[in-house]
């Protein structure tokens, strides 16, 4: 327990210098490249485009991605990175009390430098490693591109994007299949009904949702999402709402 404490407090950490020294905490997949050093080291391998870089010796976080449950998402373990070849980042990650392995696919949280593009919703999504598809499952943005290139005019364009094919799923669904515009038991949305609210809906609803999986990562990260999907599932749970403090 208190090494989990300790590993909460190291990420909080992370953050803190992330933003001191002009930083952002971004997530990156590890490979299935692993090799035991001893009995509680494991050496993990992330490999990264050409244009994106660390230093030796940075510190990172491993968390796993969720399957079916929370305690997939728990932290497995922290260390440095110890070499670098090419493209090719290795770190040595110790401290490991999940009683999780750590496999292909968990997440190195580290710190990379900040550019001037605009670090909007999409940016923030992308730094969990979370891709948001369309109802057609094409990907409404790539998890690498959004760092090299963003501006506040491509978020806009890409919202409305995203809006449209919520509202055309909800539309969809309510010609095809009326009986799942069931009622909203609560939240702020209670009493009204799960596909018009889709078919309808705002940009207000879209960053309220995009506000929460912020707030609330764990869920969503690493993984590839339709949309239309976990939006209709949140507003089904009552859309809950990251409450923002006062000035």
Same mark, same amino acid.
């Given at each position: 327990m208190r090494r !989990?404490? !300790?590993?909460? @407090?190291?990420?909080? *950490? @992370?953050q803190a210098m992330a933003q001191e020294n002009n930083t952002w905490i971004r997530a990156f997949p590890i490979t299935d490249y692993m090799i035991d050093l001893n009995d509680s080291v494991k050496l993990v391998q992330v490999e990264l485009p050409d244009d994106l870089q660390l230093k030796e010796?940075? +510190? *990172?976080?491993?968390?796993g991605v969720y399957q079916d449950k929370h305690s997939d998402t728990l932290a497995k373990g922290y260390g440095r990175c110890q070499l670098i070849k090419g493209n090719? $980042? $290795?770190f040595a990650i110790g401290k490991n009390d999940s009683k999780q392995l750590i496999k292909a696919g968990d997440l190195l949280y580290t710190m990379v430098g900040k550019s001037d593009l605009y670090y909007g919703q999409i940016p923030q999504l992308a730094g969990?490693?979370?891709? +948001?598809? /369309?109802?057609?499952e094409s990907p409404f943005y790539d998890r690498y591109d959004v760092f090299? $290139?963003?501006?506040? /005019? +491509?978020? %806009?364009k890409l919202l409305d994007s995203m809006i449209t094919d919520i509202r055309y799923t909800g539309t969809y669904f309510l010609e095809n299949a009326p009986e799942? %515009?069931?009622?909203?038991?609560n939240g702020s949305?209670?009493?009204?009904?799960l596909l018009e609210l889709m078919k309808d809906c705002q940009k207000k609803y879209l960053l309220d949702f995009f *506000? $929460?999986?912020?707030?609330?990562?764990? @869920?969503?990260? *690493?993984?590839?999402?339709? +949309?239309?999907?976990? !939006?209709a599932t949140w507003l089904n749970a009552g859309a809950p709402a990251v409450i923002q403090s006062g000035d």
């Open positions: !989990f404490f !300790f590993i909460g @407090l190291l990420f909080a *950490g @992370l010796k940075q +510190l *990172g976080v491993i968390r090719f $980042y $290795y969990h490693f979370i891709r +948001l598809q /369309d109802v057609q090299r $290139y963003w501006s506040a /005019d +491509l978020e %806009n799942m %515009n069931q009622p909203i038991s949305f209670k009493g009204k009904k *506000g $929460y999986i912020q707030a609330r990562p764990r @869920l969503y990260a *690493g993984r590839d999402w339709k +949309l239309a999907e976990i !939006f």
